[in-house]
């Protein structure tokens, strides 16, 4: 049995018990070699643009256009992982990459790579990205048990790192040598691995009787999840304020290398492998870290090493000195991505895992390909000196801003399934997509026990309308003071019973605390009604066909 941590938050454990878990350290290792062959293929993408383009910006896009894919179609990938098979959806997002990444390789042998059609082929794999991110993040959780997911998040950080140190500067030998054509073609062949793996991944079907939410529900579902989650935004806006800032250096790294250090592509696969060196150590760390230290205070730890080593890499004109420089930021990065990482996942129950995380690489993507365009812009009309200088400004703010939106700390929640709900049996004979259902309980309350019950109901409403409800109201009786009603409607019945099976056992404390300030006979009692229209006859056949549309 792991033992508790000093703060009693979550149960410690080895950093490398994940490993006991056979599914996640086959598709761990897998991940290595997909992770190696991606490296390589942005050291190639990164100098053949500094090859075949003389702007700047062009150099920093295309960062920018591996990110940006990840910002605008998570969300939308998010809603899918969490109503499809993620195993399935992994496979199709990596047999995407694996054809995007082949053709990519034929066009550069062929010579008809242009910069923007370069920035095609990285748009398209970011895009497989986006789609695979959510599904493997939310399946980490369905492979190794919760005491055990903060390893398994900061190890597959590592794993990425590992490769990180590596792999750039063995792609900046392959780049030196044979050209980007054989980074690219290297790239390619890295994908059996993980297809390899995830083909031979049985993961168990999720049982649910319930009809699949439509996606566009899925996606409202995922989002009003999130808005009603004050931990979850707080990460958010952390999240989106570390990526804008910190993409500075990543974006920025290939004119370090060629202009401020005069080096070439084996100088600037050597200063992504110390970025990577950094990021292991920073993987290595952080457990250890958080339960030393404060959540908030490791992520201000991340904001002011990476805001010293931009300010070191833009006055640096060693190698040396702008690789220490390169440890530092790597070992900030992996510091302040996995706690985001982890704390949404702790905070988030399965059936909305995917999307919340999808919404956190929405935030976090979207600040660094905002941030490399902007930090591209600002190189081409100041020098990369001068952006890498500002951006560390917006570092410092982004750690002072942790003053007013702090990381929440860790919480031993449980947020599995209360699985208290019945469906109860009804005298009409409804079907799933009947509606709209209106629910009523009422609730007897003393005088002396208002202030709680409000205090009480102001954490149902969040709870309710977060986990699908509209049109919350609170009533009081004005002929029996004493009596309250709480109401609340859902679009259909399946929608009903959707939003009663979300309730986690975490929820299940409001539930006690109104259930003891009620002074009724029984329990609360409860309306289950159906809205229903005055429609004259003539009418009803085209309300019939309206209904049916919308259905």
Partial sequence: MPSQSPSGSLPRSSPLAPFRHETFRLIWLASLASNFGGLIQSVGAAWMMTSISASVNMVALVQASTSLPIMLFSLLSGALADSYD????????????????????????????????????????????????????????DMVPREDLPGAVALNSMGFNITRSVGPAIGGVIVAAAGAAAAFAVNT???????????????APALNALPREPLARAVGAGLRYVAMSPNILKVLVRGFLFGLSASAILALLPLVARDLVAGGPLTFGVLLGCFGIGAIGGALLSQRLREALMGEIVVRIAFLGFALSAIIAAVSRSEIITGLAMLLAGGGWVLALSLFNTTVQLSTPRWVVARALSLYQTTTFGGIAL????????????????????????????????????????????????????????????????????????YEIDPGDVEAFLEAMTERRRVRIRDGAGQWTL????????????????????????HNQRRTKDDAAVHERLRALHRGAGAPVVHRLIERQTILPHEYEQYKRQVDLQH
């Fill in 189 to 203: 062949v890295s994908y059996f691995a993980i297809l390899f793996a995830l083909f031979r991944w049985k993961r």
């Fill in 86 to 141: 993620r195993r399935r959806i992994m496979l199709t997002a990596q047999i995407f990459m694996l054809a995007v990444s082949a053709l990519l390789t034929l066009c550069a042998w062929s010579g008809l790579i242009t910069p923007w059609l370069l920035l095609l082929f990285t748009f398209l794999i970011g895009c497989g990205t986006a789609l695979n991110n959510p599904a493997w993040q939310a399946s980490v959780g």
């Fill in 371 to 442: 941030g490399s365009w902007l930090w591209g812009l600002a190189a081409e009309n100041y020098g990369a000196p001068t952006a890498l200088l500002l951006s560390a400004l917006v570092m410092l703010v982004g750690a002072a801003v942790g003053f007013r939106y702090a990381l929440p700390e860790f919480k031993s929640l449980n947020l599995d399934p209360l699985g208290s709900f019945q469906e109860p049996s009804l005298e009409l004979d409804l079907k799933p997509r009947s509606g709209p259902i209106v629910v009523m309980i009422d």
């Fill in 475 to 498: 009533m009081r009786d004005l002929e029996k003071p004493r009596i309250w009603t709480e109401t609340y409607h859902v679009p259909t019945w399946v929608d009903y019973v959707r």
